[in-house]
């Protein structure tokens, strides 16, 4: 059974900068596709950004530029470096593979202040 575990959330003011971690204790994190979620108070989980195992990602649009998901598989790690916060960013964080397979970790915590 795989294990997530979110860490990196926080209070930060707009234009600040966030580092997230998502480390996956159990089997076969390095051959899985890795999503971020966000949920925003009131709004359904939606993913923000996705990390192949070989690393290419794809972004929502509203994150591009600004959001970089990386992985260092050897340590079971996918990250996410957020810039420009926005107060819209803010939300609980999770990842989890596009397809959901995984139970959700317990999430991070993002709050941006305007």
């Known amino acids: 059974q795989v294990q997530l575990v979110e860490s990196g959330g926080g209070l930060v003011q707009a234009g600040g900068s966030l580092r997230l971690s998502c480390t996956a204790r159990?089997?076969?994190?390095?051959?899985?596709?890795m999503a971020w979620y966000r949920q925003a108070p009131g709004k359904q989980r939606a993913s923000v950004a996705t990390i192949a195992p070989g690393g290419s990602t794809t972004y929502l649009d509203s994150v591009k530029g600004r959001f970089t998901a990386s992985r260092d598989n050897a340590k079971s790690t996918v990250y996410l470096q957020m810039n420009s916060l926005k107060p819209e960013d803010s939300g609980v964080y999770y990842c989890n593979t596009p397809s959901r397979s995984y139970p959700w970790g317990q999430g991070t915590r993002v709050t941006v202040s305007s």
């Open positions: 159990g089997p076969i994190f390095e051959y899985s596709p």
